[in-house]
């Protein structure tokens, strides 16, 4: 009879087997070069970035290198960016034609790996993160064995997976910085005809906001339980393991809004539980879940 130990050392070099082919066999090459601002992408995620940034860039010059890969195009060497975006963006509105950069040689999967595990502790980077994991499961990669390789846990990985669904002008947007993460979220789970329809708001905006997906039929409409629900709601916020997996729980959030007062002070405890949950270092499992609720609460909220 197999023990315990037996199964924990199996698992273990199974995720050893899948994790030789995400890490190269030997360090990559490095090397800090300059860059023509041109050969950079403009499309990495910056919805957080601040003008106070280009501001040091201009008095301090950039504080650290942003990490890139080179990639083949017609010819021309060009550059994936795989963590630091938010300083080249600065270092492009303080007018530097040549940017500071680390290059590394690795493989695609490798790279795209890379930008999966680096871009995690920046909320605003789900674009990011979201590009490379649709590049590791176009590779054949198992999304449960990249969630233990990663760090990232089962919770984010999928709902990072679900932003792949999204609908390609409103994915096009949040990685512009111009949708916020959300909304995306919450879009990503919708019928494709409601996405559609969010997607020519946003054409004809410029914007799209949480009111605009409670407007839509999908949301604005509910069944007589559910309005039951939401006549006897109490003023407690919902546990998170009924809050529903990323934006798979938008179904009863029209039960929500029968008590506006109750639903913000749900959310601002929610707030407050996460960051306590950040602060303690708690797994991220359970500070995904938190996540999860507190931006199924800001659909219903002002």
Same mark, same amino acid.
């Given at each position: 009879?197999?023990?315990?130990?037996?199964?924990?050392?199996?698992?273990?070099?199974?995720?050893?087997?899948?994790?030789?082919?995400?890490?190269?066999?030997?360090?990559?090459?490095?090397?800090?070069?300059?860059?023509?601002?041109?050969?950079?992408?403009?499309?990495?995620?910056?919805?957080?970035?601040?003008?106070?940034?280009?501001?040091?860039?201009?008095?301090?010059?950039?504080?650290?290198?942003?990490?890139?890969?080179?990639?083949?195009?017609?010819?021309?060497?060009?550059?994936?960016?795989?963590?630091?975006?938010?300083?080249?963006?600065?270092?492009?509105?303080?007018?530097?034609?040549?940017?500071?950069?680390?290059?590394?040689?690795?493989?695609?999967?490798?790279?795209?790996?890379?930008?999966?595990?680096?871009?995690?502790?920046?909320?605003?980077?789900?674009?990011?993160?979201?590009?490379?994991?649709?590049?590791?499961?176009?590779?054949?990669?198992?999304?449960?064995?990249?969630?233990?390789?990663?760090?990232?846990?089962?919770?984010?990985?999928?709902?990072?997976?679900?932003?792949? #669904? @999204?609908?390609?002008? $409103?994915? %096009? =947007?949040?990685?512009? /910085?111009?949708?916020?993460?959300? &909304? +995306?979220?919450?879009?990503?789970?919708?019928?494709?005809?409601?996405?559609?329809?969010?997607?020519?708001?946003?054409?004809?905006?410029?914007?799209?906001?949480?009111?605009?997906?409670?407007?839509?039929?999908?949301?604005?409409?509910?069944?007589?339980?559910?309005?039951?629900?939401?006549?006897?709601?109490?003023?407690?916020?919902?546990?998170?393991?009924?809050?529903?997996?990323?934006?798979?729980?938008?179904?009863?959030?029209?039960?929500?809004?029968?008590?506006?007062?109750?639903?913000?002070?749900?959310?601002?405890?929610?707030? #407050? @539980?996460?960051?306590? $949950?950040? %602060? =303690?270092?708690?797994? /991220?499992?359970?500070?995904?879940? &938190? +996540?999860?609720?507190?931006?199924?609460?800001?659909?219903?909220?002002?």
């Amino acid at each position: 009879m197999r023990s315990d130990n037996d199964a924990a050392n199996d698992a273990a070099i199974d995720l050893e087997r899948f994790e030789l082919r995400l890490f190269p066999a030997d360090p990559p090459a490095t090397a800090d070069i300059q860059v023509e601002e041109r050969r950079l992408p403009y499309e990495p995620t910056v919805a957080a970035f601040s003008p106070a940034l280009s501001r040091v860039v201009e008095r301090f010059g950039l504080p650290e290198r942003p990490l890139v890969m080179a990639l083949e195009d017609d010819g021309e060497e060009e550059f994936q960016v795989l963590s630091g975006a938010r300083w080249i963006r600065a270092a492009r509105e303080a007018g530097m034609d040549r940017i500071p950069v680390r290059a590394v040689e690795l493989s695609e999967v490798s790279g795209a790996f890379l930008a999966l595990v680096l871009n995690q502790q920046w909320t605003a980077d789900v674009a990011a993160q979201a590009d490379a994991l649709q590049a590791l499961l176009e590779h054949g990669l198992d999304e449960e064995e990249l969630a233990k390789a990663s760090g990232l846990g089962r919770g984010r990985v999928r709902r990072l997976s679900t932003l792949l #669904e @999204l609908h390609p002008v $409103l994915r %096009q =947007a949040l990685r512009a /910085g111009r949708l916020k993460p959300q &909304v +995306a979220f919450a879009a990503a789970g919708l019928s494709p005809e409601s996405q559609e329809a969010l997607a020519v708001v946003y054409e004809q905006e410029g914007e799209l906001t949480t009111a605009d997906l409670r407007n839509l039929p999908e949301l604005a409409t509910g069944d007589a339980e559910a309005e039951a629900e939401a006549e006897g709601a109490a003023g407690d916020p919902p546990p998170a393991e009924d809050a529903g997996d990323g934006a798979g729980g938008l179904a009863g959030l029209p039960t929500v809004t029968a008590s506006e007062d109750a639903a913000t002070r749900a959310r601002r405890q929610a707030e #407050e @539980l996460l960051r306590t $949950l950040e %602060q =303690a270092q708690v797994p /991220g499992e359970i500070r995904d879940r &938190v +996540a999860e609720v507190v931006e199924q609460l800001s659909l219903v909220t002002v």
